[in-house]
C-alpha cells in the first residue's frame, strides 16, 4: 500500500522527478521524462510494481527529513537503538543524465541499511533481465527491458526470486560514507561512465540556491513562497521551456474514486500562470524561454490551438487505461495521457494574453514571431469568442457559455488594446475595443444574477463557481465592487467546505462525472487574494495561515485536500496549488503595504 501522499517529498534533475516516501522508499519515478512511462510505480500499486527502498534494517527506526537549505537535494535522518545515518537523495542537475543518488553518511554508533530494487520499466508492463556487470564497477548492476536500461553502483545486490527484486544489507558506521548511484540509459547504448558524486552533489546544489535566492520575496510567508517557486522551476523541462501540471498521473481527487488525470503534461492555462508567478519575481529568463516554447507549440493555425502539449510541444496526447497498474490504494483507473486535450476552453486565450502582457511590462522583447502570433489569436477569438466551451475545470459535460471563460476573453482584447495603444504595435485597437466593450455588455446581461447579486458559473444557471474569483484579479470588475462582494458571499455560502474552497458543486450534474471531490487549494488561494484586494486583511491572512500550514513537512502540497481525513489528496506536487500560494503571498504583502502609506 502507497502511504499517505503528503508522506512524499520529490526530488528532480528538472527533466523528471522522483517521489521519495517518508520510509525511504522512491515510489514513483519515470525515465528520463516527466512523460516517460514510470520505472517506479508502487506509488499507484504496491511494491510488486516497482519500488527502490533504503532504509534501516530496524523497523522501529525513525526519521525526520528536511531539504539542505533552499535545493531539491532531500536530507533523511534516521534514528536507530544502535547509532543515527543520514541518506542524502538527489538528482543531479545540468550533466544531461538522468541518475538518482544516494548517500548514506554514518553520524553515531553503527547502523544496519537494507536496500531493495525492484525495477519495473513501462508502468510495471516489463520485469528487466538484471545481471552483474563487474565491468562497470565491482558491484554494478544492469537491468534491461526493451528501450529501458538502467545501471546501479553500490553494496552488492542480491537476487530475491520471491519478489523479483535485489536486495543488499550492509553496515555503516560513524564517519563511514556510502554512495549508491542509479543511471537510466537507452537500452541499445553502452551504459555511461560513473558519476563524481560529490561534484555533483556540489554543483547541483549550487545551482538550485543560486537560482532560490535571485529574487525578492515578500516578507511574510517567505519560506513558503521560495519553495513554492522552487516547485514551479522543479516542474519546469530544462530543455524544452515546457512546464508540467503535476509530476504524477492518476492520483485520486476522490479516494477509491475515478477522477484520475495524468497531470504529466503542459496546461497552457497552468504554463501561463506559472510564468505569471515567475515573472513578477524577477525571472526573465524563464519567460523568454516558456515563450520560445509557446511559439513552438501553437505554430499554426490558431484554430489547432490545444489547451494542453506534451513537454516538447507534442500534440498528440490519447488517453488510455493501463491494466499493469492497480491504482493508488485501489482507487482505478490508472491513466495515461489525457482526453482533454482535445477540448476547447476559451479561458486560454486570456491567460496566454496575460501572461505575454507582463513578459512585454518587465522587458521581454517582443521578437517577429510573439507578436503577429497574439494577432493571430485575438484574430480567431474575433470570430469564436462566443463559442460554448468546456471550462477551466475540464467539463466533461456538455459545453455550455461559462462566465469565467467569456470574461478570460475579454481579458485578451483588453491586452491587444493596451499593445498598440501604450506600446505602438500594429493591430486594429478600435475593433478590438468594440469586442472587448461589447463582451463586457454580455456578460453583465447574461452572466450575472441580479436577484441573487452575484455573478454565475454559466449563462442561464444560478450556481457559482470559484473561478469567478478571478473576475477581479483581471480587472474586469474591482474587488470591492457591490456585485464581486455579492459573487464572494455566495461562493462562502455555497462552496466553503469546512473553511475551505470546493471549484463548484459536483451535484449540480454540470461536469458529467460522478459526484464527489474535496476542497481545491488553488482556489482557496484564490478567495485570499480576493479577501485582501477588498479590505478583509485579517481573513486573508487567516486563511492564508492555515493553507501554509496544510504543506507536509517539507513545504510540498497537492491539488486538493480532505479536510475530514486532513490528509493531501490528488496529483502532487501541484504547480497550480504552489503558483496560486506565490500570489496569495504577494496579494497579502500588497495589502499591508497599502494599509500602513
Given at each position: 500500500?502507497?502511504?499517505?501522499?503528503?508522506?512524499?517529498?520529490?526530488?528532480?534533475?528538472?527533466?523528471?522527478?522522483?517521489?521519495?516516501?517518508?520510509?525511504?522508499?522512491?515510489?514513483?519515478?519515470?525515465?528520463?521524462?516527466?512523460?516517460?512511462?514510470?520505472?517506479?510505480?508502487?506509488?499507484?500499486?504496491?511494491?510488486?510494481?516497482?519500488?527502490?527502498?533504503?532504509?534501516?534494517?530496524?523497523?522501529?527506526?525513525?526519521?525526520?527529513?528536511?531539504?539542505?537549505?533552499?535545493?531539491?537535494?532531500?536530507?533523511?535522518?534516521?534514528?536507530?537503538?544502535?547509532?543515527?545515518?543520514?541518506?542524502?537523495?538527489?538528482?543531479?542537475?545540468?550533466?544531461?543524465?538522468?541518475?538518482?543518488?544516494?548517500?548514506?553518511?554514518?553520524?553515531?554508533?553503527?547502523?544496519?541499511?537494507?536496500?531493495?530494487?525492484?525495477?519495473?520499466?513501462?508502468?510495471?508492463?516489463?520485469?528487466?533481465?538484471?545481471?552483474?556487470?563487474?565491468?562497470?564497477?565491482?558491484?554494478?548492476?544492469?537491468g534491461v527491458a526493451g528501450p529501458d536500461a538502467v545501471i546501479v553502483r553500490g553494496p552488492r545486490l542480491h537476487a530475491r526470486a520471491d519478489i523479483h527484486a535485489h536486495e543488499s544489507v550492509f553496515t555503516v558506521a560513524e564517519g563511514e560514507q556510502v554512495d549508491i548511484v542509479m543511471t537510466w540509459f537507452p537500452s541499445?547504448?553502452?551504459?555511461?561512465?560513473?558519476?563524481?558524486?560529490?561534484?555533483?552533489?556540489?554543483?547541483?546544489?549550487?545551482?538550485?540556491?543560486?537560482?532560490?535566492?535571485?529574487?525578492?520575496?515578500?516578507?511574510?510567508?517567505?519560506?513558503?513562497?521560495?519553495?513554492?517557486?522552487?516547485?514551479?522551476?522543479?516542474?519546469?523541462?530544462?530543455?524544452?521551456?515546457?512546464?508540467?501540471?503535476?509530476?504524477?498521473?492518476?492520483?485520486?481527487?476522490?479516494?477509491?474514486?475515478?477522477?484520475?488525470?495524468?497531470?504529466?503534461?503542459?496546461?497552457?492555462?497552468?504554463?501561463?500562470?506559472?510564468l505569471s508567478a515567475l515573472m513578477l519575481h524577477g525571472y526573465e529568463e524563464e519567460a523568454g524561454h516558456w515563450r520560445r516554447w509557446l511559439l513552438r507549440a501553437i505554430a499554426g493555425d490558431p484554430a489547432d490551438i490545444q489547451i494542453m502539449y506534451g513537454l516538447s510541444g507534442e500534440r498528440r496526447l490519447p488517453e488510455?487505461?493501463?491494466?499493469?497498474?492497480?491504482?493508488?490504494?485501489?482507487?482505478?483507473?490508472?491513466?495515461?495521457?489525457?482526453?482533454?486535450?482535445?477540448?476547447?476552453?476559451?479561458?486560454?486565450?486570456?491567460?496566454?494574453?496575460?501572461?505575454?502582457?507582463?513578459?512585454?511590462?518587465?522587458?521581454?522583447?517582443?521578437?517577429?514571431?510573439?507578436?503577429?502570433?497574439?494577432?493571430?489569436?485575438?484574430?480567431?477569438?474575433?470570430?469564436?469568442?462566443?463559442?460554448?466551451?468546456?471550462?477551466?475545470?475540464?467539463?466533461?459535460?456538455?459545453?455550455?457559455?461559462?462566465?469565467?471563460?467569456?470574461?478570460?476573453?475579454?481579458?485578451?482584447?483588453?491586452?491587444?488594446?493596451?499593445?498598440?495603444?501604450?506600446?505602438?504595435?500594429?493591430?486594429?485597437?478600435?475593433?478590438?475595443?468594440?469586442?472587448?466593450?461589447?463582451?463586457?455588455?454580455?456578460?453583465?446581461?447574461?452572466?450575472?444574477?441580479?436577484?441573487?447579486?452575484?455573478?454565475?458559473?454559466?449563462?442561464?444557471?444560478?450556481?457559482?463557481?470559484?473561478?469567478?474569483?478571478?473576475?477581479?484579479?483581471?480587472?474586469?470588475?474591482?474587488?470591492?465592487?457591490?456585485?464581486?462582494?455579492?459573487?464572494?458571499?455566495?461562493?462562502?455560502?455555497?462552496?466553503?467546505?469546512?473553511?475551505?474552497?470546493?471549484?463548484?458543486?459536483?451535484?449540480?450534474?454540470?461536469?458529467?462525472?460522478?459526484?464527489?471531490?474535496?476542497?481545491?487549494?488553488?482556489?482557496?488561494?484564490?478567495?485570499?487574494?480576493?479577501?485582501?484586494?477588498?479590505?478583509?486583511?485579517?481573513?486573508?491572512?487567516?486563511?492564508?495561515?492555515?493553507?501554509?500550514?496544510?504543506?507536509?513537512?517539507?513545504?510540498?502540497?497537492?491539488?486538493?485536500?480532505?479536510?475530514?481525513?486532513?490528509?493531501?489528496?490528488?496529483?502532487?506536487?501541484?504547480?497550480?496549488?504552489?503558483?496560486?500560494?506565490?500570489?496569495?503571498?504577494?496579494?497579502?504583502?500588497?495589502?499591508?503595504?497599502?494599509?500602513?502609506?
Amino acid at each position: 500500500m502507497a502511504l499517505p501522499i503528503e508522506d512524499y517529498a520529490i526530488i528532480g534533475d528538472c527533466h523528471t522527478a522522483a517521489l521519495v516516501g517518508r520510509d525511504g522508499s522512491i515510489d514513483w519515478l519515470c525515465l528520463p521524462r516527466f512523460d516517460s512511462a514510470s520505472t517506479f510505480g508502487a506509488l499507484l500499486g504496491t511494491r510488486e510494481h516497482g519500488r527502490w527502498l533504503l532504509a534501516p534494517s530496524d523497523e522501529n527506526s525513525t526519521s525526520t527529513r528536511s531539504y539542505v537549505d533552499d535545493t531539491f537535494l532531500l536530507s533523511t535522518i534516521w534514528q536507530t537503538p544502535t547509532g543515527s545515518v543520514e541518506v542524502l537523495d538527489a538528482m543531479p542537475h545540468g550533466d544531461r543524465r538522468a541518475d538518482v543518488i544516494r548517500r548514506i553518511r554514518g553520524i553515531s554508533g553503527t547502523v544496519e541499511m537494507r536496500q531493495e530494487l525492484a525495477i519495473r520499466f513501462g508502468y510495471a508492463d516489463a520485469l528487466p533481465w538484471m545481471r552483474q556487470t563487474p565491468e562497470h564497477g565491482d558491484h554494478s548492476v544492469v537491468g534491461v527491458a526493451g528501450p529501458d536500461a538502467v545501471i546501479v553502483r553500490g553494496p552488492r545486490l542480491h537476487a530475491r526470486a520471491d519478489i523479483h527484486a535485489h536486495e543488499s544489507v550492509f553496515t555503516v558506521a560513524e564517519g563511514e560514507q556510502v554512495d549508491i548511484v542509479m543511471t537510466w540509459f537507452p537500452s541499445h547504448r553502452n551504459p555511461p561512465e560513473a558519476v563524481d558524486v560529490d561534484e555533483q552533489l556540489e554543483a547541483t546544489a549550487a545551482w538550485w540556491r543560486t537560482w532560490a535566492h535571485s529574487t525578492e520575496l515578500p516578507p511574510d510567508y517567505e519560506a513558503a513562497v521560495r519553495r513554492s517557486l522552487l516547485v514551479l522551476r522543479a516542474l519546469t523541462h530544462e530543455d524544452t521551456g515546457g512546464i508540467v501540471a503535476a509530476a504524477t498521473t492518476s492520483l485520486p481527487e476522490q479516494f477509491g474514486g475515478s477522477r484520475n488525470w495524468d497531470y504529466r503534461y503542459v496546461w497552457i492555462r497552468d504554463a501561463a500562470l506559472t510564468l505569471s508567478a515567475l515573472m513578477l519575481h524577477g525571472y526573465e529568463e524563464e519567460a523568454g524561454h516558456w515563450r520560445r516554447w509557446l511559439l513552438r507549440a501553437i505554430a499554426g493555425d490558431p484554430a489547432d490551438i490545444q489547451i494542453m502539449y506534451g513537454l516538447s510541444g507534442e500534440r498528440r496526447l490519447p488517453e488510455y487505461e493501463l491494466d499493469s497498474l492497480p491504482g493508488y490504494n485501489g482507487a482505478s483507473p490508472v491513466r495515461v495521457g489525457n482526453g482533454a486535450s482535445g477540448q476547447y476552453q476559451g479561458d486560454i486565450f486570456g491567460e496566454l494574453m496575460i501572461a505575454l502582457r507582463e513578459a512585454r511590462r518587465i522587458g521581454v522583447d517582443e521578437d517577429r514571431f510573439s507578436w503577429p502570433l497574439q494577432r493571430a489569436l485575438l484574430g480567431f477569438l474575433e470570430a469564436n469568442w462566443m463559442r460554448p466551451d468546456n471550462g477551466i475545470w475540464e467539463i466533461r459535460g456538455p459545453q455550455v457559455a461559462f462566465t469565467h471563460s467569456r470574461a478570460m476573453i475579454w481579458a485578451a482584447f483588453a491586452c491587444g488594446v493596451e499593445a498598440v495603444r501604450e506600446y505602438g504595435l500594429p493591430g486594429d485597437a478600435d475593433r478590438w475595443a468594440s469586442l472587448r466593450d461589447g463582451i463586457r455588455a454580455e456578460i453583465e446581461a447574461n452572466g450575472y444574477d441580479a436577484e441573487r447579486n452575484t455573478f454565475v458559473q454559466h449563462y442561464g444557471s444560478t450556481e457559482v463557481d470559484a473561478s469567478l474569483l478571478l473576475l477581479s484579479q483581471i480587472g474586469f470588475v474591482e474587488a470591492d465592487d457591490p456585485r464581486m462582494l455579492g459573487t464572494v458571499a455566495a461562493i462562502e455560502n455555497d462552496l466553503l467546505r469546512d473553511g475551505l474552497l470546493l471549484r463548484y458543486r459536483t451535484e449540480s450534474g454540470v461536469d458529467g462525472l460522478p459526484g464527489g471531490e474535496h476542497p481545491f487549494l488553488a482556489c482557496s488561494f484564490w478567495l485570499v487574494q480576493q479577501y485582501a484586494h477588498s479590505g478583509r486583511l485579517a481573513d486573508a491572512t487567516a486563511l492564508m495561515d492555515r493553507l501554509v500550514a496544510l504543506a507536509n513537512d517539507v513545504g510540498l502540497l497537492s491539488e486538493e485536500y480532505d479536510v475530514v481525513g486532513e490528509r493531501q489528496v490528488g496529483n502532487t506536487p501541484q504547480a497550480f496549488s504552489h503558483l496560486a500560494l506565490v500570489r496569495a503571498a504577494d496579494a497579502i504583502a500588497h495589502a499591508k503595504a497599502a494599509a500602513s502609506d
